[in-house]
């Protein structure tokens, strides 16, 4: 049932890479917890670490290649502690994950049908009947109209939007407490878009989930998510709820998101850019404000020297000091257009 | 006169079957679409995958062999690539593709690329040909050290500009942008929009602004199509389409654009369901028999739109009497 209690909580995760030997932490020392009944949204550009801390949580990394630190605590276990077999009692099970390209997540040789059926196989040891009712009440639930033709059909045969609910069905075949989507939509039309966010939505609701949102799309934040959580460069650097993101941005890069949206602006001014370039992660600041550097006229006395997050509001968290006197260079005053 | 004028325009695609390999059938990407793009403006082409706006910007380009209609430039049709070469249009106009990456052959240095045109055209000497590609690098704001360097050296936004200049080098008139920002970062999106602006005024460039993203389409556009199933269903400015939209399926797209104030996402959710389901329930009033959008009529001399006419009237005065 549902409780207020984090069910998911991480702990000063950080995930680094092998580059030609040395380690490069692709996120560093992140925070976060995950409720129940809730959407969290992970926001940033490309490069800034969201889909390695999905990843990080569902165990994809080759031990190999990557370092990882920090405790994944999900109800009571700590995922980075398992081993392979371990992992598999957690993945498809009570985590599921939902891909950005319903076409590579697929096996272009297996019937639908059999390709939800693979997860209750391996998780469950319900009868061949009862397997088969199952996929039909999860196509149902995803919205596809005639769950027993889908089932019989291959994945080329299947529109975009259709391919991403069969990816949802298989996400959510063995009512996960989780749900990772990244990216869900962004490969889809945007009336696509609109009905897959309510069909994830809906699921979330029924299955009393918690689901892991990650997304570039503000848009898409905005319309759907709880709280949300803006990365750059492998850092959080605001969370909160999606009114205090919304309304009350406080980090300069956020409110330079928000100003950059063509949706908010007049269609006569030009759109506002970020100076600069996101670092390569084998550039990264090693100490101060990571996002110093792009915004270029903030003296280096608002800065922290070591940035933490600092509580402006009830859940509402910003990393550094420079939000408290920031301005854009080219007013005064507010960024609300 | 309008820069290009667009009439009728046809693509099929034939469906061969059978023992001989007839041709059976045809897929109809574009079904007869009618449009002008004046001189200097930026035209949104508007609609879904699959809508066949894609087809229509290659074919006005001329890399798609157009079935039947005409696209009038300076008075004469160069669907017929004779008149193409005749009136200097390959020259004139140019396009920028989506993704950034494949559209710039990997193997070749920044210089050969955005020279490439140059070559084709102008037969320039050596150092006169180092100089405009020099000149066109600062026109989109990158370094001379970019000369020598290789596609896959830049970030995705440079190297939208990098195409960028590529299709500025021949001081074109007309440049089709087919989702030119749809593979971007918001910040990069904001940086290549505002630059594509820039050049417009600085050039009196046009632009065919190929699109799904009605937000950007909003924010680039003084006129546009929206395009559904190979046809138009409505063309207006910007203030028709976006504050009187009249054909449901504009409706339904309009209604489909995520909310960015929290604070009216429920009302705007049930708003959007309530079209979609609109729009399921009502495709009889506003597609004939075979589903197909119905022929454009005017509602004003501005605003066109996919209906029989005297439904479009009714549904353009209830609009008049709820905007009083």
């Known amino acids: 049932m549902a409780t207020e209690e984090n069910f998911l909580t991480i702990k000063d995760v950080s995930t680094a890479f092998k580059i030609n030997g040395q380690y490069y932490d692709a996120i560093s020392h992140i925070n976060l917890t995950v409720h129940h009944d809730e959407i969290l949204a992970l926001v940033g550009e490309s490069g800034c670490g969201k889909s390695t801390l999905a990843t990080t949580i569902m165990g994809l990394h080759d031990p190999e290649e990557t370092r990882i630190s920090g405790v994944v605590d999900f109800e009571g276990t700590n995922l980075l502690q398992l081993d392979e077999d371990g992992y598999n009692q957690f993945r498809g099970a009570k985590i599921g994950m939902i891909f950005q390209d319903p076409l590579s997540a697929l096996n272009p040789l297996k019937r639908v049908e059999d390709q939800i059926q693979e997860v209750l196989d391996y998780h469950t040891t319900l009868s ?24 019989r059909q291959y994945p080329h045969e299947l529109s975009g939007g259709m391919r991403q609910r069969v990816i949802i069905a298989i996400a959510i075949a063995c009512k996960p407490d989780l749900i990772i989507a990244d990216e869900p939509t962004t490969a889809l039309d945007v009336t696509i878009q609109a009905q897959i966010l309510d069909v994830l939505r809906s699921i979330q609701a029924e299955n009393h989930a918690g689901i892991i949102l990650i997304t570039h799309d503000l848009g898409v934040v905005a319309e759907t998510a709880d709280r949300v959580a803006v990365m750059y460069a492998g850092q959080i650097v605001e969370s909160g709820s999606a009114e205090q993101i919304f309304n009350t941005p406080k980090h300069p890069y956020t409110r330079s998101l928000l100003r950059s949206m063509p949706q908010r602006n007049n269609e006569s001014d030009d759109l506002y850019v970020i100076q600069g370039n996101v670092p390569s992660l084998r550039r990264l600041p090693t100490t101060g404000d990571r996002f110093a550097s792009r915004i270029p006229w903030v003296p280096a006395s608002e800065h922290e020297a070591t940035p933490t997050m600092h509580e402006v509001a009830p859940g509402h968290e910003v990393r550094c000091t420079c939000y408290r006197n920031f301005t854009f260079p080219d007013e005064k005053g507010s960024d609300h257009v | ?157 440079q190297r939208q500009r990098i195409g960028v200049a590529r299709a500025v080098a021949t001081n074109p008139k007309l440049i089709i942008a087919d989702e030119p920002v749809s593979a971007l970062d918001l910040s990069v999106q904001a940086q290549v929009l505002n630059f594509m602006k820039q050049i417009q005024q600085e050039f009196g460039i046009s632009y065919l602004f190929i699109s799904h993203d009605l937000g950007v ?84 001399p501005t605003h066109f739109v996919a209906l029989p006419a005297d439904f479009a009237k009714s549904l353009a005065h209830a609009e008049e009497e709820v905007q009083a």
Not at chain 2, 223 to 251: Q, S, W
Request: charged share 25%; proline share 4%; glycine share 6%.
């Open chain 2, 1 to 157: 006169m309008s820069l290009i004028e667009i009439h009728d325009l046809k693509v099929h695609y034939p469906i061969r079957s059978g023992f001989w390999n007839r041709v059976t059938d045809s897929v109809k990407a574009v079904d007869g679409i009618s449009f002008n793009i004046e001189a200097g403006e930026t035209y949104g082409l508007v609609g879904e995958s699959g809508s066949g706006k894609s087809t229509t910007g290659k074919s006005v380009v001329g890399l798609e062999k157009v079935t039947s209609g005409q696209i009038i430039y300076q008075g004469q049709d160069i669907t017929r690539p004779a008149t193409r070469r005749r009136l200097h249009y390959n020259q004139d106009v140019q396009m920028i593709f989506q993704d950034s990456l494949s559209s710039l052959n990997p193997r070749k240095r920044i210089e050969d690329i955005i020279a490439e045109p140059l070559r084709n055209f102008d037969h320039l000497s050596k150092d006169d040909e180092k100089l405009r590609v020099l000149q066109l690098l600062d026109i989109v704001g990158l370094d001379a050290d970019a000369l020598y360097k290789y596609p896959h050296q830049f970030s995705g936004g």
């Open chain 2, 217 to 300: 389409v909003r924010h680039m556009c003084n006129n546009i199509a929206i395009m559904h199933k190979g046809r138009l269903v409505e063309l207006g400015t910007r203030e028709d389409i976006y504050h009187h939209p009249l054909h449901l399926y504009t409706k339904r797209l309009l209604a489909a654009i995520p909310e960015t104030n929290v604070n009216q996402r429920v009302a705007h959710r049930a708003t959007r369901q309530a079209v979609e389901r609109a729009y399921q329930d009502q495709q009889t009033r506003y597609y004939d028999a075979d589903g197909a959008p119905f022929p454009l009529v005017a509602v004003s």
């Open chain 1, 128 to 151: 061949t009947a009862a397997k088969h009712d199952r996929v039909m009440e999860l196509l149902d639930q995803v919205g596809i109209v005639n769950p027993p033709l889908t089932a």
